[in-house]
C-alpha cells in the first residue's frame, strides 16, 4: 500500500490526452511538498520528468506537464505518442514516514 | 554532465554478504545527497534511504532501517548499500539517485541487479 496513489494503468490512442492522478495526504503533498514525476521506459532506469510539481527538466518535451493542488498533483501528457509507453511515478516527502514517498507506479498504454 | 554509475549484476547466496557501489562525476559530490531506491520484480520503486557524503549524515526509511548499510567514500565520489545477511527476498533491482536536500531524486542510475538464491 503506497503513501500516494496512482491508477495502476491509462491508456489512449496516439495523439490524444492522457492524464495521471496522483493523490496522498495532509502528510505529504497536502503539506507543500512539492511532487515530481518519473518516468520508466521498458527495461531501463527511472528519469525526472517534472520537478517541483510543474517545472520541465531540460530535454523533456512540453507535451508533459504537471501541476498540484491541495492533496493531490496530476501528470498531463498531451499529443501522445508510441514512445510515451511507460510506468510514470510520482514522488513526494511524508513527514509521518521522515522521508521520500512513491506512488505505486501507473502503467501508459499507447493503442 | 552528471552521471551516477552502478557496479554490476551480483548474484549470491542467502545468508551471504555483499556491498553495491554508485559512483558519481559531473558535479561536486559532496554538495548532494545519495538515495538507494528498492525495485522488487514487477513491483514500484522504495526508497530506501539517503546519505550526505559531505558529512556521512544518513536517513533510513523505517523499512529498510537495520536491514542494510548506507555509507560513502568522499575521497573518490562513491556511494555504498551494503547487506551482512542477504535473504532471498533482497532480490531486486537496486538504483542509486542524487538529491539536493533528500527530499527529491533527480539524476538515477543505471541500477544494479542482485539475485540472491540457493
Known amino acids: 500500500q503506497s503513501v500516494l496513489t496512482q491508477p495502476p494503468s491509462v491508456s489512449g490512442a496516439p495523439g490524444q490526452r492522457v492524464t495521471i492522478s496522483c493523490t496522498g495526504s495532509?502528510?505529504?503533498?497536502?503539506?507543500?511538498?512539492?511532487v515530481h514525476w518519473h518516468q520508466q521506459l521498458p527495461g531501463t532506469a527511472p528519469k525526472l520528468l517534472i520537478y517541483?510539481?510543474?517545472n520541465r527538466p531540460s530535454g523533456v518535451p512540453d507535451r508533459f506537464s504537471g501541476s498540484k493542488s491541495g492533496t493531490s498533483a496530476s501528470l498531463a501528457i498531451t499529443g501522445l505518442q508510441a514512445e510515451d509507453e511507460a510506468d510514470y511515478y510520482c514522488?513526494?516527502?511524508?513527514?509521518?514516514?521522515?522521508?521520500?514517498?512513491f506512488g505505486g507506479g501507473t502503467k501508459l498504454t499507447v493503442l | 554532465e552528471v552521471q551516477l554509475v552502478q557496479s554490476g549484476a551480483e548474484v549470491r547466496k542467502p545468508g551471504e554478504s555483499l556491498k553495491i557501489s554508485c559512483k558519481g562525476s559531473?558535479?561536486?559530490?559532496?554538495?548532494?545527497?545519495i538515495g538507494w531506491v528498492r525495485q522488487m520484480p514487477g513491483k514500484g520503486l522504495e526508497w530506501m534511504g539517503f546519505?550526505?557524503?559531505?558529512?556521512?549524515?544518513?536517513r533510513y526509511s523505517p523499512s529498510f532501517q537495520g536491514q542494510v548499510t548506507i555509507s560513502a567514500d568522499k575521497s573518490i565520489s562513491t556511494a555504498y548499500l551494503q547487506w551482512s545477511s542477504l535473504k532471498a527476498s533482497d532480490t531486486a533491482m537496486y538504483y542509486c539517485?542524487?538529491?539536493?536536500?533528500?527530499?527529491?531524486?533527480?539524476?538515477w542510475g543505471q541500477g544494479t541487479l542482485v539475485t540472491v538464491s540457493s
Open positions: 539517485a542524487r538529491s539536493e536536500m533528500a527530499t527529491n531524486t533527480d539524476y
Open positions: 559531473g558535479y561536486t559530490f559532496t554538495s548532494y545527497w
Open positions: 546519505i550526505y557524503p559531505g558529512d556521512s549524515d544518513t
Open positions: 495532509s502528510s505529504n503533498i497536502g503539506a507543500a511538498y512539492d
Open positions: 517541483a510539481n510543474s
Open positions: 514522488q513526494s516527502y511524508d513527514t509521518k514516514m521522515r522521508g521520500v514517498v
